[in-house]
């Protein structure tokens, strides 16, 4: 079994930080990637940024410039810092794992957390 688990949510005026944490946990063998994905209300979940293994990043243009992805191989973690927020960023948001496990080394998977609620108030 592999748990992703969000911390760092909650509630932040316009203009303000927040710093999300998501630590994967379990019979993981590697870790491909790591990444965060978003949804509000009435949308479908949309990829906010992503880090590969090697620490290539990938961002949503709408958060370029705003946030940072990193990530900590030997904790098996992943951090987003989100500065300058504005109310548009308010959603739920998901920490996604792309990985394999001791019990199948050869098939890639997603896993995801059960997300952390993230609203930002103008």
């Known amino acids: 079994q592999v748990q992703l688990v969000e911390s760092g949510g909650g509630l932040v005026q316009a203009g303000g930080s927040l710093r999300l944490s998501c630590v994967a946990s379990?019979?993981?063998?590697?870790?491909?990637?790591m990444g965060w994905y978003r949804q509000a209300p009435g949308k479908q979940r949309e990829l906010v940024a992503s880090?590969?293994?090697?620490?290539?990043?990938n961002y949503a243009d709408s958060v370029k410039g705003r946030f940072t992805i990193s990530r900590d191989n030997g904790k098996n973690a992943v951090y987003l810092q989100m500065n300058s927020l504005n109310p548009e960023d308010t959603a739920v948001y998901y920490c996604?794992?792309?990985?394999?496990?001791?019990?199948?080394?050869?098939?890639?998977?997603?896993?995801w957390g059960k997300g952390t609620l993230v609203t930002v108030s103008s």
């Open positions: 996604n794992a792309v990985l394999t496990t001791r019990e199948v080394t050869n098939i890639v998977r997603n896993y």
């Open positions: 880090i590969g293994s090697g620490g290539r990043t």
């Open positions: 379990g019979s993981i063998f590697s870790i491909n990637s």
